[in-house]
């Protein structure tokens, strides 16, 4: 009780204090000054900058205590990239980066007035600069991202284009593009034992790459070769400029249980393939053409939804059964998380012309498995599994044009008899949730009247799970 007296008398003191001018005037001064104080202390901090260079591009990570407002600036002769961090200041001496690969060949820094860093980044060449920040996880507080796209110019692609015919007499190669899932600043999943997933992918990709080269009449190309990242679309858009003939990304999962475990195989769902659907026709990307070189942007609307309708039930139909037939082959090597293959709406599975299928190698957080994925031994069985499948798909299922294919090339009745059967063939929906007969009778250009009819509904309501027959338009 007394204390709570004494604290009231000092608070009467204080205001009474504060009414006289000249006291006042100190007590403002005080006050300012204890602000500027705390504002100082809070100043953001530069703990750290790591950097991952790739073939195309580089990535700049500045490691933070707190969110902060920044400003990206390019200058030329010589070429630099300028970043001021406003109310930031370092923690200490940068550390030593190696700048032999990719875009940058030094960094500088300085402390201006007005109490903002600047980072001056000295380049090799010309680059596309951009730049966001990301709040904290689990692992990184906040991270000012700096990707530096290498600027090509007029200088022709080191990437060899494989042009895909079968009015060709010379066979090519089927190419195969290897996709090593993460890298960089994003480790994906981590082990008991501290094992990235980052790694033991790109360990699974290059065994993988070896063996598919060693066997004639395949080539594989590698999305991510080294430890930098590629953004998701980026994986698929190379995967297009390589010309590949099957997309393979690799992964290694991991639940918060320890004891779950097993090998996975996806593909993509009915749903993503929707949605890339309809960004495709929105963007008209008629840099990449599909398969047969047919473009969508001199198309009317009509015309080329039915086209990428063909093109993505072709693709999804040969994902499934190159994906059922890895599976099937994982199924030797070890145990598998589910008996059939998934579906997902994964970014990288969403190329509508390259059958892409997605490998969960094992759960990375169950210490027995990432025991196994660590072993260069188990690598190779998994590698050995998922050529052996893809192998046994294209002998069954061969791309024209390539070694795999026939030695006599399709005439032109051969080529209507295909496309013929491909348009009689029946076509059938699962039903996922949020479907509606008008979504569905819109994404196959057919009538919700004749999708009712076929089917023998007497009502608009769908049934999760439900198979629909669609009719041909």
């Known amino acids: 009780m007394k204390s709570g007296v004494r604290i009231m008398s000092i608070v009467k003191i204080t205001i009474t204090a504060i009414r006289q001018p000249f006291i006042a005037r100190f007590f403002l001064c005080m006050a300012v000054l204890f602000f500027s104080v705390n504002v100082y202390a809070a100043a953001a901090k530069v703990n750290g900058v790591r950097m991952w260079a790739s073939p195309d591009s580089t990535r700049l990570v500045i490691d933070l205590n707190r969110g902060v407002e920044h400003r990206l600036s390019s200058l030329s002769n010589p070429e630099r990239v300028v970043i001021d961090i406003s109310g930031a200041s370092l923690s200490g001496p940068l550390p030593e980066l190696n700048y032999k690969s990719g875009s940058i060949s030094d960094i500088r820094t ?14 090799k060449h010309k680059v596309h600069p951009k730049s966001f920040l990301l709040k904290p996880n689990k692992k990184y507080g906040y991270r000012l991202v700096i990707d530096l796209e290498k600027e090509m110019g007029n200088k022709k692609s080191n990437v060899p284009r494989i042009v895909k015919s079968v009015n060709s007499s010379r066979k090519r190669d089927l190419i195969v593009a290897i996709d090593a899932g993460h890298g960089g600043d994003d480790p994906g999943a981590a082990g008991p034992r501290g094992t ?3 790694h033991v992918v790109l360990q699974i990709a290059r065994k993988l790459r070896d063996m598919i080269n060693r066997k004639p009449g395949m080539k594989a190309v ?20 390589l010309n590949a003939d099957i997309f393979i990304s690799i992964h290694a999962d991991a639940f918060r249980n320890p004891k779950a475990r097993g090998a996975s195989v996806f593909i993509l769902s009915s749903r993503g393939a929707t949605s890339e659907a309809a960004k495709w026709l929105a963007k008209k990307e008629n840099e990449a053409d599909l398969v047969g070189g047919v473009s969508l942007d001199d198309k009317d609307d009509m015309l080329a939804k039915m086209l990428l309708d063909l093109s993505q039930t072709a693709t999804i139909e040969a994902s499934s059964s190159v994906a059922s037939r890895v599976l099937s082959r994982l199924k030797t090597v070890g145990k598998t998380h589910k008996r059939k293959v998934e579906r997902a709406g994964f970014v990288v ?5 390259i059958p892409s299928l997605l490998v969960e190698t094992g759960f990375i957080s169950n210490p027995k498995e990432e025991r196994l994925l660590r072993s260069s031994s188990y690598q190779k069985k998994l590698a050995s599994a998922i050529l052996t499948g893809v192998d046994s798909y294209f002998k069954q299922y061969p791309v024209p044009g390539t ?9 032109p009745q051969d080529m209507i008899k295909l496309t013929t059967n491909t348009l009689k063939k029946k076509r059938t929906h ?8 008008s979504a569905i009778s ?21 049934y999760v799970g439900k198979v629909l027959s669609i009719p041909r338009s």
């Open 349 to 353: 599975l969403k190329s509508p012309d």
């Open 430 to 437: 699962k039903v996922v949730r949020g479907d509606t007969l």
């Open 403 to 411: 070694v795999y294919a026939r030695d006599t090339p399709l005439n």
């Open 442 to 462: 819109k994404r196959y250009q057919v009538s919700v009247s004749s999708i009712k009819r076929v089917n023998k509904l007497k009502s608009n309501t769908l």
């Open 222 to 241: 590698m999305i991510r070769d080294g430890d930098y990242y590629i953004s998701l679309r980026g994986r698929t858009r190379k995967a297009r400029k």
């Open 196 to 198: 990235k997933e980052k």
């Open 110 to 123: 300085a402390q201006k007035k007005n109490n903002t860093l600047r980072m001056v980044l000295d380049l």
